[in-house]
């Protein structure tokens, strides 16, 4: 089992900035892709970005490319999601998640966090 605590969302204005963490925890989880996803009210889960745990190699969605990175610290066995230049469009409770293989498909995702809101006003 692995296990997923999100934290870091609010409320900041177009333009602004916020950055996601996720703790990390549970067994055999250092071989696992680390994501980031999201959800808007009404629409399905989106996949937003990806890190390969012990490679480093990253993903990420076209709408998030150049504002978004992603981040893992080793030591701290955490991953982070730093949102710059943030739109409305970003809205939506944002979810950590763990996948035993390298993908960026939601279904091939194992494990999941409880999710954290981000707003973004216009």
């Known amino acids: 089992q692995v296990r997923l605590v999100e934290s870091g969302g609010g409320l900041v204005q177009a333009g602004g900035s916020l950055r996601l963490s996720c703790a990390v925890s549970g067994r055999s989880w250092s071989s696992y892709t680390m994501g980031w996803f999201r959800q808007a009210p009404g629409k399905e889960r989106d996949f937003v970005a990806a890190i390969a745990w012990s490679a480093g190699g990253t993903f990420y969605a076209d709408s998030v490319k150049g504002r978004f990175t992603i981040s893992r610290d080793i030591a701290k066995n955490t991953v982070s999601l730093q949102m710059n230049s943030l739109k409305p469009e970003d809205t939506a409770v944002y979810y950590c998640?763990?996948?035993?293989?390298?993908?960026?498909?939601?279904?091939?995702?194992?494990?999941w966090g409880q999710g954290t809101q981000v707003t973004v006003s216009s």
């Open positions: 998640a763990a996948s035993a293989i390298v993908t960026i498909r939601t279904r091939e995702y194992d494990f």
